[in-house]
């Protein structure tokens, strides 16, 4: 029987976090197991990962994360946090508010550094009646707006950030994690989703004000569905801009992918063939929004076009 997070006594979970055995979530195809004595950083993990499957300790763990304060004389006057992997410290320490944020940037460090199983592109990714729309663009494009935008209203959420596609079949394998917002889209998505509820606001980061919400809780317990790539789409934000969907030549979409890869070099030929009948499957478009709910109806028309998931199996 599965055991969520929510389902522990949170005085466990924080004993957890502070001891050996360290706190083992599963986040689709992956288990982290996580230790951290910050309290702030504990808080949020209860709070974003409430939803979250947790592993027993007998569980095979992928990655051994955690964070915590730099043991040097410098932490001591001024606050630092260190994200380690296996006990190493792979980045330089940040300033002690971004806990969290550290801790999410660190995982998906992990995951497009090391899992080489999946060929992995820098892109969210939302799937509908069985077909996955994959959103690549780099940070500023406001992907992941609207990612946000669309989850909820009626699009599933696989990733805000990361599309792992299995060379065995072709497929997306769903990864949902907190939903990482930064700067002026925290208020966007505020009025836009009424009651939507963000951790802690973080301020000066590389990226920001960054700022979590938890994955919706039906896209956690679906992460075991795969998807069919359906349709690539490369947005960008442009204030004040009717929202524009153009088709994208393929070839063009393809170098696209292959800019938001994080490992394409590793598959070699393969990535190449993996990437073309992505490619082959989906229609390919260019998307210029200004206003998010203009996004969304133009994503329902989008949708709505094709329904069957099976056009797009090769």
């Not at 709070?47 to 043991?71: E, I, K, N, Q, W």
């Not at 963000?198 to 979590?212: I, M, N, P």
């Not at 349709?231 to 801009?241: D, E, S």
Request: charged residues 20%.
């Amino acid at each position: 029987m599965t055991t969520l997070l929510s389902q522990l006594d949170p005085r466990d979970v924080r004993a957890a976090l502070r001891g050996p055995t360290g706190l083992r979530v599963r986040t689709g195809p992956i288990t982290s197991r996580i230790v951290t004595p910050l309290p702030e950083v504990g808080s949020a993990i209860q709070t974003l990962y409430a939803d979250y499957p947790v592993a027993d300790a007998d569980s095979f763990v992928d990655f051994h994360v955690g964070v915590r304060r730099p043991p040097n004389a410098r932490a001591f006057w001024r606050k630092q946090v260190v994200f380690e992997l296996e006990g190493q410290a792979p980045f330089n320490p940040l300033p002690g508010d971004q806990g969290f944020p550290l801790l999410e940037w660190g995982m998906n460090w992990c995951t497009y550094a090391h899992c080489h199983q999946y060929l992995i592109l820098h892109a969210a990714v939302l799937e509908q009646n069985g077909r996955a729309l994959i959103l690549p663009a780099p940070s500023g494009s406001g992907k992941s707006t609207l990612c946000a935008g669309l989850l909820f209203n009626g699009w599933r959420l696989l990733s805000d950030e990361l599309t792992l596609i299995d060379p065995r079949d072709g497929m997306v394998v769903p990864m949902p994690r907190p939903v990482s917002v930064k700067n002026a889209s925290i208020e966007v998505l505020s009025k836009f989703v009424p009651g939507l509820r963000f951790g802690s606001r973080v301020s000066e980061t590389v990226k920001g004000v960054v700022a979590h919400f938890k994955a919706p809780a039906d896209a956690v317990a679906r992460a075991g569905e795969k998807a069919i790539p359906a349709w690539i789409v490369m947005p960008k934000y442009v204030a004040g801009l009717p929202a524009t969907l153009r088709p994208q030549p393929k070839a063009r979409a393809f170098m696209g992918l292959i800019e938001n890869a994080f490992n394409y070099d590793v598959f070699g030929a393969d990535g190449f063939a993996l990437l073309g009948s992505v490619i082959d499957r989906s229609a390919c478009f260019t998307f210029e929004y200004g206003h998010l709910q203009e996004a969304i109806d133009r994503f329902a028309q989008l949708s709505q076009a094709t329904t069957n998931p099976r056009d797009n199996q090769p």
